[in-house]
């Protein structure tokens, strides 16, 4: 990380911290936005950083042609360490600081599932901005303004993919919170239609003591009923741990696709390059790493100004894409918005083009790009179309 960015990333984070015993006072005429997403948690932390680098840059270009109406953007990041209670806990922090107008960029899919849940974004008519998330239940509700597009459509690009390769029968093992039960439902719904048989569905247990013995059972249901390929609707230490244990059996050598939260370099890191090799993932936005749109040559160009070092990489483009977002909602509620202000200016921003891409939103329905993209992880542990 370079050494501007990084004092620039101390300095939030001290504040953040400051956030959690005082009052914190933005300076007059900012426009603040809060996210919570965890640096620290090895699950999360690529995530965390590179969405809180997309943002930082892209708010570092806005202020650097004199902000917004006169305003400058301003981000503070608390870190939950990938616990629910404590995103829901700082949520409410951020909520009763009263310089925050929008909410940008959380990451924590269990976290997020209960500020659905508990209707927060509603009941404090606060806007909550691309969180990394693609449940329809979460990004469906209230204020929720997705990016992303959903894991639907990415179980559904994945479908067409296994049919497309003759690999016609599979089988879904799942994690059992979070977005695994909704959309291994959604992948039995979607099967049929798409030419694919699941041959078995297994779920795994992440409750620490019951892990083992589930991916246990899982391999062995694998073995006995021979699918083609596996469809893997789980994401941090589960899916690892399967993916490793699964790779030393004589089915190792299966086919394995997984969704957009199944990070590459959080993979590579728990597991090795070797056992990750050839896993495909998909992809909930555009490919950073080739300039295909108008927009990503945007982010690479910006990287390079703002955050020279930083490698282009899915979670920084994310943040900056929401940072995008937020930004043109600034700019429609107009000078000194307020959180209903924005709301309001996001309610009614109809089709938006980011540059190529574009989303969707209206009082009656808010959706993100809807696009998807294949990838897969290379023998240097890379990602590649």
């Not at 932390?45 to 892209?58: N, S």
């Not at 269990?110 to 509603?122: F, H, T, V």
């Not at 741990?241 to 190792?252: C, Q, S, V, Y």
């Not at 295909?292 to 703002?306: G, H, L």
Request: with cysteine; net charge positive.
């Amino acid at each position: 990380m370079t050494s501007s960015l990084l004092s620039r990333l101390l300095a939030r984070t001290l504040l953040a911290l400051s956030l959690c015993s005082a009052p914190l006072l933005a300076r007059a005429g900012d426009v603040e936005f809060g996210q919570v997403a965890s640096h620290t948690n090895p699950t999360s932390a690529t995530l965390g950083k590179g969405m809180t680098v997309g943002i930082q840059v892209y708010f570092d270009k806005v202020n650097a042609s004199g902000g917004i109406l006169g305003s400058k953007l301003t981000l503070v990041t608390l870190d939950d360490d990938l616990q629910a209670a404590k995103m829901l806990e700082m949520t409410q922090q951020l909520i009763d600081k009263q310089s925050v107008v929008g909410l940008l960029g959380f990451a924590n899919s269990a976290g997020l599932a209960e500020i659905a849940r508990q209707d927060l974004p509603r009941k404090n008519d606060i806007a909550l901005i691309a969180p990394l998330q693609g449940e329809k239940n979460i990004v469906g509700a209230a204020n929720v303004f997705p990016l992303r597009s959903s894991y639907s459509d990415e179980v559904a690009a994945l479908l067409k993919e296994t049919k497309k390769w003759d690999k016609d029968t599979l089988a879904v093992v799942n994690m059992n919170t979070a977005f695994g039960p909704p959309i291994a439902q959604v992948a039995s719904q979607l099967s049929g239609p798409q030419g694919v048989r699941i041959v078995t569905q297994n779920v795994l247990d992440v409750a620490p003591d019951k892990l083992d013995a589930s991916i246990r059972n899982a391999i062995a249901a694998i073995k006995q009923t021979n699918p083609k390929a596996i469809l893997l609707l789980a994401a941090g230490k589960p899916a690892a741990e399967f993916i490793k244990a699964l790779r030393e059996t004589p089915a190792g050598s299966l086919q394995i696709y997984g969704l957009s939260v199944l990070s590459n370099d959080v993979l590579v890191n728990a597991i090795g390059k070797e056992k990750a090799r050839g896993i495909v993932i998909s992809q909930a936005l555009p490919f950073p790493f080739v300039p295909s749109i108008s927009v990503i040559t945007e982010y690479q160009n910006d990287m390079k100004k703002y955050a020279p070092g930083e490698p282009l990489s899915f979670p920084s483009l994310e943040g900056y894409l929401g940072a995008k977002i937020a930004a043109e909602g600034v700019r429609r509620a107009g000078k000194n918005p307020t959180r209903a202000a924005l709301v309001k200016a996001l309610s009614s921003l109809g089709e938006y083009n980011l540059g190529g891409m574009f989303v969707n939103y209206s009082a009656a329905k808010r959706s993100g790009w809807g696009g998807v993209e294949l990838s897969i992880i290379n023998a240097s542990g890379n990602l590649q179309k």
